[in-house]
């Protein structure tokens, strides 16, 4: 009689503690930290502070305000453009999570932060179907190679800004990588050129652009950097 008791009490148990076992699983909330920083003093920009843990599915507002520059853009982890608003609201995940810059104007090019690859010139001779992957590795670490554009290209791109972005910060000069997959009219295989690598120079951005070029054997290329600017953001949208 006491087995079936306890066997019954037991059951009981098991039963009362499984829905709380699972409420508290359903209703544990996830956190998570994001960081606001601005481009200049140019701006100022106001959100939560790095260190403020927010929970999943809250509403996040990030501001900027124009101090002397021009209000460009919000940045996602310097790489890519997700706002021209100045005023920018999200909900809080895994996805969001991360570092936010809000972008002013620079009132001299050498001082700006952020620019993009906006032409790419292609010279192959009998040459179809031009992949080009362009990467960009800051000088002072070799290793760390950002890809600012990998897709299909003709003999002449003049405008192929995506979005994408890259921050020198408190680099000087990036090393630009560019190699070419192609088909030669009349041949099933892909071959791939890699050109030497060229030098991208804070210095050459004596106006909003700045050209690098290269060259190998009869092919050659020329790769066209812009300065952001609202007028920039605004031509891709």
């Known amino acids: ?3 079936i008791f306890n066997k019954k009490f037991m059951i009981v148990l098991v ?3 499984v829905p709380m076992f699972l409420l508290t699983a359903c209703s544990q909330v996830n956190y998570y930290n994001i960081e606001v920083l601005k481009s200049s003093s140019r701006g100022e920009v106001h959100g939560p502070n790095k260190t403020t843990q927010i929970a999943e599915n809250s509403e996040v507002t990030l501001t900027a305000t124009e101090n002397g520059g021009q ?7 310097s790489s890519q453009v997700i706002s021209l608003d100045s005023s920018y609201k999200f909900a809080m995940s895994a996805d ?3 570092t936010y810059t809000g972008v002013f104007s620079e009132s001299s090019p050498m001082q700006m932060m952020y ?3 906006t032409g790419i010139k292609i010279n192959f001779a009998e040459v179809t179907n031009l992949n080009v992957n362009v990467n960009i590795t800051p000088s002072s670490a070799i290793t760390e190679s950002i890809s600012v554009y990998n897709g299909s290209a003709s003999n002449e791109n003049a405008f192929i800004y995506n979005g994408r972005v890259f921050s020198f910060l408190n680099e000087d000069i ?3 990588d560019v190699s070419v997959e192609y088909e030669i009219l009349g041949y099933e295989e892909k ?3 890699t050109f030497p690598t060229v030098q991208l120079k804070r210095s050459e951005f004596t106006t909003s652009k700045a050209v690098v070029s290269g060259n190998k054997g009869q092919a050659s290329f020329e790769l066209t950097f812009e300065k952001l ?3 920039l953001v605004e031509r891709q949208n």
């Open 115 to 117: 620019t993009a690859l």
């Open 174 to 176: 990036y090393l630009v």
């Open 191 to 193: 071959l791939t050129e």
């Open 71 to 77: 209000f460009i853009c919000w940045v996602k982890n």
């Open 96 to 98: 969001t999570a991360g």
């Open 1 to 3: 009689m006491k087995k």
């Open 229 to 231: 600017s609202r007028e």
């Open 15 to 17: 039963l009362f503690l």
